[in-house]
């Protein structure tokens, strides 16, 4: 299935970082991942999707397999960043939104 990034030039989209958000969605989705997949998906040559792939391996979001040299999500940075999201909700509020 191959994924067309929206139109930059008719919005404010920042294209490198629609794909570096279109990636890492895919990975998480996908389990492992390669070049040349995230290539056909997004549609661009597989060294663009190489260095996505790095990039998002050096800021932590990604983990690559030293056998297969796959890329996968890493779970660890994904949860602490879902832990800093909830850390400061005030839970009995919320929840008492839901029963009353």
């Known amino acids: 299935m191959r994924m067309r990034c929206s139109d ?57 397999d030293a056998d297969t040299r796959e890329f996968g999500a890493n779970p660890v940075k994904l949860f602490a960043l879902i832990g800093e999201l909830h850390a400061p909700m005030d839970w009995p509020i919320r929840i008492a939104e839901f029963l009353t």
């Open 8 to 64: 930059s030039a008719h919005s404010n989209i920042v294209q490198s970082l629609e794909r570096g958000l279109l990636v890492l969605e895919y990975t998480v989705r996908s389990g492992q991942v390669k070049p040349a997949a995230i290539a056909e998906f997004l549609g661009v040559d597989r060294s663009t999707a190489y260095r996505l792939l790095y990039t998002l391996t050096k800021k932590g979001y990604l983990l690559q």
